[in-house]
């Protein structure tokens, strides 16, 4: 079955594939499929039908990334820019003010959520929200970049609000909302298909450098030049409110104390430096890292 991303609800349609790929197994078909020659890593059916499930991932893979054209994509990434509205000012309803509202373009390959359960048959996944039927940045990992980048700052504490002995002490006033994509270049794709090579086999203990076998393992990525809107919040009424309905000016964070802490400048400076520092995996070797579009 072709997958269209306006219809094709792809972690059904992944585990669909699993079924009957396990069904051929169970039929004696990946034996027959894939030769009989065996491995240094174990047996030779075990080595056949671990060959034949990742044959057909990487077929599902390329599947997929063919499906997120760009151009496939206009009426499915408006509807999610919709949505990111209609969230923001319900958040705005409830007293949050907006802090940050931006698009910010990949300028390398983006890799989130290796170990996504629902994208678990294909052994390396991807962060991929089911509803809109899109990878997208989750929000726990957009607030870890952030965080990590905040260390040693007085904003640390905006994030993580702890008391003089470091315990958890309120719950933070900042929320960051999951983060979708809304912009794919035309003729380009929303996904490209990335490999992990790894030189020994999990389980054969040692053996001679000679005898090294790299066994390239496919997984998912955002491809460079996809645009995400990213939109951060702030609630300054609870803040408002601890330090007695005194002006907080530009403050976002005030200690027990209500001494000044961390601004709305310093927050939004520490975001612009998490993305393109880069977040998600492999950022050590240049993944992940973002810049804001320019308006």
């Known amino acids: 079955m072709a997958v269209r991303p306006s219809e094709t609800n792809v972690i059904s349609h992944i585990r669909r594939e699993f079924i009957k790929w396990i069904q051929t197994i169970g039929a004696g078909g990946a034996q027959t499929r894939v030769g009989t020659g065996r491995g240094r890593g174990g047996s030779s059916s075990t080595t056949n039908v671990r060959e034949y499930i990742n044959e057909r991932a990487r077929g599902l893979m390329e599947d997929l990334v063919k499906a997120y054209s760009c151009n496939n994509l206009g009426e499915l990434l408006r509807r999610v820019n919709d949505n990111i509205t ?38 390396t996944g991807i962060a991929w929200d089911p509803y809109w039927n899109l990878p997208y940045i989750p929000s726990s990992s957009l607030k870890g970049a952030i965080n990590s980048a905040a260390q040693g700052t007085p904003c640390s504490r905006a994030l993580s609000p702890t008391d ?46 000679p005898q090294v076998n790299p066994t390239p393992i496919p997984f998912l990525a955002i491809s460079k030049g996809v645009g995400f809107r990213v939109v951060v919040m702030i609630n300054r009424s609870r803040l408002r409110y601890k330090c007695g309905g005194r002006d907080v000016g530009e403050y976002v964070y005030m200690d027990s104390k209500c001494q000044g802490a961390c601004m709305v400048k310093e927050i939004s400076d520490i975001v612009m430096k998490a993305l393109n520092n880069g977040l998600g995996a492999k950022t050590a070797l240049g993944y992940g890292r973002m810049i804001r579009q320019k308006p």
């Open 164 to 209: 003089e002995e470091g315990n958890p002490a309120e719950v933070s006033p900042i929320v960051v909302l999951d983060s979708y994509p809304v912009y794919c270049p035309a003729n380009g794709g929303l996904l490209t298909l990335d490999i992990i090579n790894p030189h020994y086999r999990e389980g054969e203990g040692a053996i001679s450098e």
């Open 86 to 123: 209609e969230v923001k000012e319900s958040l705005k309803s409830l007293g949050y003010e907006e802090l940050i509202d931006s698009t910010y373009i990949t300028i390398s390959r983006l890799v989130v959520g290796l170990r996504n359960p629902y994208m678990e048959v294909l052994e």
